[in-house]
């Protein structure tokens, strides 16, 4: 069977990318719209044009990246988050890399709520990254620290790609597994791959030689606690109405306001607070700045923040409207006939599923992704042996984890580049490492040489 021109179309636009960024040396949100021109043009959807180029402005994660990633400029020119940096450098600086193991705990913690790789890269990275770079991590090193565990979150129970998922595995293989028994293998598999992150930024950290902060230079915690008391409350700002939106939206709010509702407060959480977060940010830093609250000063700081922010805006937003190209191209039925004629083993498909996934995730959310290809991907695996109970609990790790994380079209990537302020050629080299290593460990839990995972999926079989 000839190579689908559906894939081709996928070659063409990375091709494109490529050519534009490296050859050219344009910025990358200019490659990013000349690809989405191209895609137009090959696909021939001029009549849809305009629809691809307004439909991110309907997003309220594209919004919510632009607020943070401002939110991360104003801290940059306030003292707020010197108070927090410090905080984090008297409890971990000792230990060698230690911002780097605070930024994978938490970051992994809170992807889990928000279910969102970008989206909580620009949440907890502009905490997290700032405290990696006063520690000597390098800049390039930082990003793809808190990309990496952020970009977990798709994977990690309760976010929506996991019942995505055990939806198509219900549709399936009707009444066989229960949610709760998916959870637990999904489990399984997140733990591996968290155990991944561990060893991979151990290895990066003995690497790039990052050493302990001298004893004497480490902030006094009790001054720090005195002085910087008011500064400590923003971690809360952000973290507690996305912790409490998570705990209570299924509880309380859907009951009361119904399911639109509920998605509708949720959306109003993730874009308002990093607004009050700067608000507050501002007013206990406003003896700091040059020319206080003054209106024209704070003119003059957000003047100072287009060059800094609409670089990575712009990348992002036309990182959506090709999403939303290929999301009308229908390439999911020529691609998954053409991967059936190949007839390939257990271990070959363990292996071209997860290239394929990371792949794709560079055009393709996740979730899609799953709604797309996960049938196909299910079926196939199972009919080479591989139990469907796990085939499906993998596809959040070969698609959501990784969608935001590959070079060169990664919006988890560009947020945290965003942040740390590090060049786009070292960072993509890094985040590919991370990727890469993603990749084995998926592979090894599909062959079955992790065996948790698959000793998980064997004990929670329903009978």
Known sequence: MALPVELIYLFVLLITILVVFVLYKRPIYEAMFIGFLVMVVALGK????????????????????VAFLTLAFIFGETNVIRYVIDFILALVGRFRGGAGWVALISSTFMAALSGTGPGNVAATGVFTIPAMIRTKFPRHLAATVEMSASSLGPMIPPSGTILLAFGVLDSLYPGKYTLSH??????GVGLWLIIQRALTLYGFVRYYNVEPIPREELPNLKETLRKGWKSLIVPLIIFLPLYLDFQLKDSYFTSRLGVDGAAALSSCIILFTPGVAAIYALIISRHHLDGGLKVMAVIKLFKKAISKVVPVAATVYFAYSLSEVFAEANIAEPIGEYIETFKMTKVQLAIFFPLLTSFLGMFITGSAQVAIFGPLIITTLAAVGVEPLLAAAILPCITGALEGMTPP???AMYAAMGIAKSGMKETSILATIWVLFHLLFAILILVGLLPVAFWLCKLNMKK
């Open 46 to 65: 001029y009549d849809r044009m305009l629809y691809y180029l307004i439909k991110p402005s309907t997003n309220t994660l594209f919004y919510a990246i």
């Open 182 to 187: 998916f959870w637990m293998v999904v489990w």
């Open 409 to 411: 079209l990664a919006l």
